[in-house]
C-alpha cells in the first residue's frame, strides 16, 4: 500500500517559488494505485486536483499550467510539484495522494498523505 508524506510547504511572497515533495513509499506503476497526484484544499473550498502523472504523461489543472510542473524520482520513490510563480489563490494545503484513475478527480484516489501548508502573500 501506497503510504504517501509531504513536506516542503512553507509561506512565500506571490510571485516566488516552492517544491514540495513526497516520498511515495509502496508505489509502483504497476500496481492497483499506479497514477499520482498532488491536490490542494484552501479553507472553506473543496479538495482540487492540481497536477497528476502516470508512466511519465502529465496533466494540470488550468489555473497551474504553465507555473507548476509534477516530476517523480523512481530511485528515491519520492514525487514532486515545482511551484514558479506563485499567487495568493494557491494558498492552500497541498496533499499528494495514488489512484488507479489518471484524472485530477480526487475520488479516484484512495491513499493520501497528512499535507503541507503553502501560503502565498500579496
Known amino acids: 500500500q501506497v503510504q504517501p508524506v509531504e513536506s516542503g510547504g512553507g509561506s512565500v511572497q506571490a510571485g516566488g517559488s516552492l517544491r514540495l515533495s513526497c516520498a511515495v513509499s509502496?508505489?509502483?506503476?504497476?500496481?492497483?494505485?499506479?497514477?499520482l497526484g498532488w491536490f490542494r484544499q484552501a479553507p472553506g473550498s473543496e479538495r482540487e486536483g492540481v497536477a497528476t502523472?502516470?508512466?511519465?504523461?502529465?496533466y494540470y489543472r488550468d489555473s497551474v499550467e504553465g507555473r507548476f510542473t509534477i516530476s517523480i524520482d523512481n530511485a528515491k520513490n519520492t514525487l514532486y510539484l515545482q511551484m514558479n510563480s506563485l499567487k495568493p489563490e494557491d494558498t492552500a494545503m497541498y496533499y499528494c495522494?495514488?489512484?488507479?484513475?489518471?484524472?485530477?478527480?480526487?475520488?479516484?484516489?484512495?491513499?493520501w498523505g497528512q499535507g503541507t501548508q503553502v501560503t502565498v502573500s500579496s
Open positions: 502523472m502516470f508512466l511519465g504523461s502529465t
Open positions: 509502496g508505489y509502483s506503476d504497476r500496481g492497483r494505485t499506479r497514477c
Open positions: 495522494a495514488a489512484g488507479w484513475i489518471w484524472t485530477l478527480d480526487a475520488s479516484f484516489y484512495a491513499s
